[in-house]
């Protein structure tokens, strides 16, 4: 199964790239068909958080927006440096509306409305600075 064409995969990474434009957060996506190994969607997302070093960012301002197609589960992982500025129900809300595309089975339009929301909050709280370096890639990591 092709979670993601080249033309979706495009858009995805064109957002990133918008996004992080902006910013000096990063941002990652983690696509993948099921979450297996009997774990939950926000602790498989977790386990990437950490594995792609999203933690390891200077600023600790890193998000990942993690996908399990086939399971029809998602999660949203925000970094200290971010979730210590955003309101409580920040990622719930944007999961509300990542929902809404991901029920019409458009999971790149619910991918780009996730990171569309990650990164105004990241400008808002991290503008992009001079010096500022991209410190992880803005690629899709696809997983099992």
């Known amino acids: 199964m092709t979670i993601l064409n080249e033309e979706e995969q495009e858009r995805v990474v064109d957002a990133v790239s918008v ?20 774990k939950t969607a926000i602790e498989k997302a977790t386990k990437y958080f950490e594995s792609l070093k999203m933690h390891k960012t200077r600023l600790r301002n890193g998000v990942l927006l993690y996908l399990a197609v086939q399971d029809h589960q998602f999660a949203i992982i925000g970094d ?51 010096d500022d370096v991209n410190e992880l890639p803005n690629d899709i990591h696809f997983g099992n």
Do not use: C
């Open 19 to 38: 996004a992080e434009n902006m910013t000096s957060g990063e941002i990652r996506v983690v696509v993948e068909n099921v979450v297996g190994d009997g």
């Open 80 to 130: 200290t440096g971010i979730n210590s500025r955003v309101e409580a129900d920040f990622w719930e809300k944007t999961k509300e509306k990542m929902l809404l595309h991901f029920r019409n089975g458009d999971f790149a339009s619910g991918l780009v409305a996730g990171i569309h929301d990650a990164g105004e909050q990241l400008h808002n709280y991290f503008p992009r600075r001079e």
